[in-house]
């Protein structure tokens, strides 16, 4: 099948692009905000960087089928580390490199064209030579793409629960500790005198207020000790400032709901949800400490899945990461892959091995291994972290 990859390094293309692309994301299953245009050209503004030490140039191939029509797009860059010095390394990844504001990067694929696709373009970019090496993200499964000289470096899960017409059919399929937890959430708060409310915020005004409370909370969330950390995704000031203006944006068009479980007027937990056709995507959550002990986070939950369900929604999208406040819910999930690929040539396996070396002090010798690879692995010697600002 002849594939064409096109390749477009000027941001001007994402507004050029946007009605295909978005068009052929609608039919992804399940949607997530990370495959849509908007987002990819909003974290470009927001987070490419032009200084000495580092250096980002966009590269955004788009394939198309034998009649020009879009089948996959790679939003991708080409990272320069140092900026403009003779020797330097060459890193090609996808957008989205940042500290996990972005939970699922990789290319946006028409339904069926998953592997054509990438085939196409991981044979382009051996054509390229102007890349050390790729960092390969979102691959469909668990096993090893054909890839030339791939390390799998880490696997992802995305969880998302189908819903029936009711909650009580739900409710009813639970496991029965998920049972418990539910009713002790509610229960403690009742047990101590505390009348609760659920609000459901769309109003862009109202988002916007609510949402820098939510951001807030977050932070304090991860400042907890004694319980699991979560670190504080939007601590940099240029991740705040993009995830302001992309739910700022999605809230005008009505695609945002913040649940906010209130106890005497006061917001005390918080999640926001980004709305689809018929799917519900819960993102990243913030709770007042003092409130810890009612588990209002699980409250707030189970009153999206609620809302879910009375709105005729398909489905709710708990977010990635194998932790049990998802798994507990008994979701479905959908799993990737990510690695990391050298170029064929010499100098792009020395400056990845030397690469490895700076990060963890460990010499690993170039890679010649044959096409794919084989086996589980988490990150470790020769898996390349995403790019953080410099």
């Known amino acids: ?21 978005d068009a052929m994301e609608m039919g992804s299953m399940p949607r997530t905000p ?8 909003m974290w470009w503004q927001n987070f490419r960087r032009s200084g000495m030490k580092v250096r980002d140039e ?11 029509r879009l089948v996959a797009v790679a939003p991708m860059m080409l990272t320069h580390r140092p900026a403009h010095l003779p020797i330097r390394t060459r890193e090609l990844q996808f957008l989205g490199a940042d500290s996990n504001v972005t939970e699922i990067r990789g290319m946006i694929c028409r339904d069926g064209w998953q592997n054509d696709a990438l085939n196409a373009l991981v044979d382009h970019l051996e054509t390229t ?6 960092q ?32 009580e059919t739900l409710k009813s399929g639970l496991p029965r500790n998920m049972k ?95 709305t689809y056709e018929g799917e519900l995507y819960l993102y990243y959550s ?26 005729g929604c398909a489905r709710v999208n708990l977010s990635t990461g194998s932790d049990v406040s998802k798994t507990r819910w008994r979701p479905a999930q959908v799993d990737f892959i990510e690695g990391v690929q050298p170029s064929s040539s010499l100098r792009g396996q020395i400056a990845l091995a030397v690469a490895d070396m700076l990060r963890d002090g460990t010499w ?9 690879g084989g086996g589980k692995k988490k990150r470790g010697p020769g898996a390349v972290p995403q790019a953080v600002p410099a």
């Open 180 to 274: 418990e937890a539910l009713r002790k959430c509610y229960n403690s708060l009742a047990r101590d005198k505390h009348e609760h409310e659920i609000a459901v915020i769309s109003d862009p005004a109202e988002v916007n207020v609510a949402f820098a409370r939510l951001l807030d909370m977050h932070a304090m969330r991860s400042e907890l000790d004694g319980t699991i950390h979560h670190i504080n995704v939007f601590a940099a000031p240029e991740a705040r400032a993009f995830i302001t203006q992309y739910v700022a944006d999605m809230a005008a068009a009505g695609n945002v709901r913040i649940f906010a479980l209130k106890i005497a007027g006061e917001a005390v937990a918080m999640r926001i949800g980004f």
């Open 58 to 68: 966009l590269r955004l191939y788009t394939v198309r089928d034998a009649s020009h």
């Open 129 to 134: 030579r102007e890349w050390d090496w790729v």
């Open 34 to 41: 990370f495959q849509s245009s908007a987002w990819h050209r």
């Open 286 to 311: 913030g709770y007042d400490p003092a409130w810890g002990k009612y588990s209002v986070m699980t409250t707030v939950v189970a009153e999206a899945i609620k809302w879910a369900i009375e709105h």
């Open 1 to 21: 099948m002849m594939l064409m990859i096109e390749t477009a390094t000027h941001e001007d293309a994402f507004g050029k692009l946007a009605a295909e692309w």
């Open 136 to 167: 390969w993200r979102g691959l469909p499964g668990t096993r090893p793409p054909a890839i030339p000289k791939f390390r799998p470096t880490r696997e992802l899960q995305d969880f998302y629960l189908p819903l029936p017409e009711n909650w």
């Open 364 to 372: 690993r010798p170039p890679f010649n291994g044959p096409r794919g």
